[in-house]
């Protein structure tokens, strides 16, 4: 089982930026597609962004040209840059570790296919 451990959270006026790191326990992070989610209350869990072992990119549209996902897989560590945030931005984002065998550029923007999950990071975008 992977250990992930997200930070970077906060609260952040409308507009503004936050950068959220996922830190990996996993010998293999560099295997694992990873993938970053956000639910707020009342809502199902839904995909942000993802991204393969060869940096190949997922973005919901929602967040195209805002938020960029990469990934350090020296520092095991996979970050989601967000930009230009608004108030529809608030809930609790977290990473996640898809660890099944997957090919190189290979991605899955369905939470039932990721193994491993963090615990959350809260972001409140305040208008």
């Known amino acids: 089982q992977v250990q992930l451990v997200e930070s970077g959270g906060g609260l952040v006026q409308a507009g503004g930026s936050l950068r959220l790191s996922c830190v990996a326990s996993?010998?293999?992070?560099?295997?694992?597609?990873m993938g970053w989610f956000r639910q707020s209350p009342g809502k199902e869990r839904e995909i942000i962004a993802a991204i393969s072992l060869t940096d190949r990119t997922y973005y919901a549209d929602f967040v195209k040209g805002r938020f960029s996902i990469s990934r350090d897989n020296a520092k095991k560590t996979v970050f989601l840059q967000m930009n230009s945030l608004k108030p529809e931005d608030t809930a609790v984002y977290f990473c996640?570790?898809?660890?099944?065998?997957?090919?190189?550029?290979?991605?899955?923007?369905?939470?039932?296919?990721?193994?491993?999950w963090g615990q959350g990071t809260q972001v409140t975008v305040s208008s």
């Open positions: 996993a010998r293999l992070f560099s295997s694992y597609p």
């Open positions: 996640a570790a898809d660890t099944n065998p997957r090919g190189l550029n290979y991605y899955t923007t369905s939470a039932y296919e990721y193994e491993d």
